[in-house]
């Protein structure tokens, strides 16, 4: 069974431009979460979604934005990029409710300059 | 606020000997608790966890335990072996809840 995917792998732009993330996950699962990780901060929850559904929303600025699929695959937008959003962005994938074991991708590495 | 804390952000431990890694959580709705770890250039990946109606679960060389009065879990690994060598993050829940919460992560270094 494939893993979950994220695309890019690495990506690097400019402060005000807006960029777009994409997820791809595990066949079958149905609940997708993204995280930020940023060094000494450990993951941050930005938000999760199901069924095409935002169910949970972290405590990040509005700039930061998702949606999901009716095939599950997901993506998150951040729009008026700022330095401070350079990090690691994971996504991942489980079943039904993502506070058991979820299955996470590699990450996007966004880097703004 | 760091609902979730990892207070030793690195420790070195020598190949064979056991390897502790700790975690602090503040909120009291927290149930079920998990350990990731993960390599650089990839993606945190699922170790073990633990429901909160119990104090202890092994899985081969790695064992969580949980003291709920505390509101403290940790992780022996043991014996310790060089590719263990990864970050580790603790991560909590509560029931109902639709996201996890993460500690800052403990970097793990076993010397062969």
């Known amino acids: 069974k494939a893993g979950v995917t994220q695309t890019p792998r690495y990506l690097i732009k400019t402060r005000g431009q807006q960029v777009t993330l994409s997820c791809s996950p595990i066949s079958g699962h149905r609940s997708v979460s993204w995280y930020q990780q940023t060094p000494g901060q450990g993951l941050q929850f930005l938000f999760e979604?199901?069924?095409?559904?935002?169910?949970n929303k972290g405590n990040f600025p509005g700039r930061f934005s998702g949606r999901q699929f009716s095939n599950s695959r997901s993506e998150m937008n951040v729009s008026t990029l700022e330095l401070g959003d350079s990090a690691l962005y994971l996504c991942?994938?489980?079943?039904?409710?993502?506070?058991?074991?979820?299955?996470f991708g590699p990450g996007t590495r966004l880097t703004v300059t | 606020d760091q609902q979730v804390k990892q207070n030793s952000p690195s420790l070195s431990v020598q190949e064979g000997r056991i390897s502790i890694l700790n975690c602090d959580y503040t909120?009291?709705?927290?149930?079920?608790f998990l350990w990731y770890k993960k390599y650089p250039a990839e993606g945190p990946t699922f170790l073990i966890s633990?429901?909160?109606?119990?104090d202890k679960n092994e899985d081969g060389r790695f064992t969580v335990f949980l003291n709920k009065s505390a509101k403290h879990l940790s992780l022996h690994i043991v014996p310790s072996q060089p590719g263990d060598s990864a970050v580790y993050f603790c991560?909590?829940?509560?029931?109902?809840?639709?996201?996890?919460?993460f500690g800052t992560g403990t970097r793990l270094t076993v010397i062969p």
């Open positions: 633990i429901s909160s109606i119990k």
């Open positions: 979604y199901f069924s095409e559904t935002q169910r």
């Open positions: 991942a994938s489980s079943l039904d409710r993502p506070t058991y074991e979820q299955y």
């Open positions: 909120n009291s709705m927290f149930d079920y």
């Open positions: 991560a909590a829940s509560a029931s109902g809840a639709n996201n996890l919460f």
